[in-house]
């Protein structure tokens, strides 16, 4: 029953990232309130403030009909404007800067929430519009209901106002740097915190029992919790092979056992990893290095030649990799000071690599970002004692200072380098 609570729980989880998601709930919650209104409508709550707040009721049918038709019309128009700028952003989020940040705008929860206000109000002035009957009974016109789709429609038009607010910051592109590397850097200190005090020691997993991957999907999270749970009931270590955000293909290794377990359990194992084609910096803060060194890669082509921009994401890999630097190179699941599950995770060397590779490509042949990367680059090593991850650094060095000078041909400059 658990499991299918978990199940149920990653679902919902993930549907929270959906465009439609919030709009749905609210509007949901729009029309019910509109039903609650009918209901105190024929409990006659109109006719009992007009004897004594009169000045609240509106007690004119035609004047209610065409208070909501108005209504009905301006929130629309207001609603396509506001969907017609949030496909504004993604275009041009996804021309100038990555694709990759669609997934990431697109969930922005506060855009989601206006959209679900405007639709939530157009529906409860539709449900009242359709509630007025024809005839000239004043105390059949639900006046403080009309009343009611006013104040919505105030909030309505405060929340326009803020969506214009967010949506001229949401489309700069120093702000979506700032929110990727923020929310990385979260996710790490955390990480960081988990390992304070921890003596890594996990026994040799070759000989262990090995489970494949059933499909070829993207490994993007994984259940801490359940993992755990399965491991102290069966009192059986586990060790995750497969790497969070890679490819995991049919039949390769996905995770091992220390000894032999039931059918329900594996089926329990299998059921806490999450395979996804979302990525989520939440889920995993590798993310952040790929989005922030694609930024650099975009701002640094023929079409966009925006080196400044390149230069900051520069500022925040290297605010991300002092964090990363200092972390172990293995994920680990603590029960007291017993470790549990060993997660393999991309190690350093391999993730600076991935990140340098693609920089020094594109970037060797500007001094001003060559310079900035070296500079980051040698701050980088007093951030650790590890004398094996200075040696990576100075390998990433080396080899940037030699596509420099394969691309700099002005020996003034490659000097300023040395």
């Not at 509106?58 to 929130?75: H, K, P, Q």
């Not at 630097?325 to 549990?340: L, P, S």
Request: negative net charge; contains cysteine; proline residues 2%.
């Amino acid at each position: 029953m658990k499991d299918k609570f978990i199940q149920i729980f990653r679902r919902i989880y993930h549907l929270k990232d959906k465009i439609a998601f919030f709009p749905t709930i609210i509007s949901i919650a729009g029309a019910l309130f509109a039903y609650l209104m009918m209901y105190a409508e024929n409990r006659g709550i109109s006719k009992y403030l007009i004897e004594f707040l009169p000045e609240l009721v509106i007690n004119d049918t035609e004047t209610a009909r065409v208070i909501l038709s108005s209504f009905i019309g301006g929130l629309i128009s207001i609603m396509v404007f506001s969907f017609s700028m949030v496909m504004i952003l993604l275009n041009q989020a996804s021309s100038n800067f990555s694709p990759r940040l669609l997934p990431g705008l697109i969930s922005n929860r506060k855009h989601q929430i206006i959209l679900g206000i405007y639709i939530a109000t157009i529906l409860y002035c539709i449900f009242i519009l359709v509630f007025i009957e024809p005839t000239g009974s004043k105390y059949q016109v639900p006046g403080f209901s009309v009343l009611w789709s006013i104040v919505l429609m105030v909030f309505s038009l405060g929340a326009f106002i803020y969506f214009i607010h967010s949506i001229s910051q949401e489309i700069q592109i120093e702000f979506i740097m700032n929110r990727i590397g923020t929310t990385a850097k979260k996710k790490l200190q955390k990480l960081l915190k988990l390992e304070e005090n921890r003596t890594f020691e996990f026994a040799d997993s070759e000989n262990w029992n090995s489970f494949e991957t059933k499909t070829t999907a993207y490994f993007q999270d994984v259940s801490i919790q359940l993992l755990k749970k399965v491991a102290l009931e069966e009192d059986c270590k586990l060790h995750v092979i497969s790497k969070k955000g890679a490819i995991c293909y049919k039949g390769e290794i996905l995770f091992k056992t220390e000894k032999e377990l039931s059918e329900d359990t594996i089926d329990k194992i299998y059921k806490a990893f999450d395979f996804s084609n979302d990525e989520f910096i939440e889920d995993n803060y590798l993310i952040a290095f790929k989005h922030l060194k694609e930024i650099a890669l975009k701002a640094m082509s023929p079409g966009i030649n925006d080196p400044g921009t390149a230069m900051n994401a520069i500022d925040y890999l290297h605010e991300l990799f002092k964090l990363r630097i200092q972390k172990q190179e293995n994920d680990f699941i603590f029960e007291e000071d017993n470790c549990v599950v060993l997660l393999d995770i991309v190690s350093f060397k391999e993730l600076l690599y991935r990140v340098m590779a693609s920089l020094r490509t594109y970037t060797k042949h500007d001094v001003i970002i060559v310079t900035k990367i070296l500079s980051f680059l040698k701050d980088l090593k007093n951030y650790t004692n590890d004398d094996q991850k200075k040696e990576i650094v100075d390998t990433e060095i080396e080899n940037l200072l030699k596509d420099a000078k394969s691309s700099i041909e002005n020996e003034y400059d490659y000097n300023k380098l040395l």
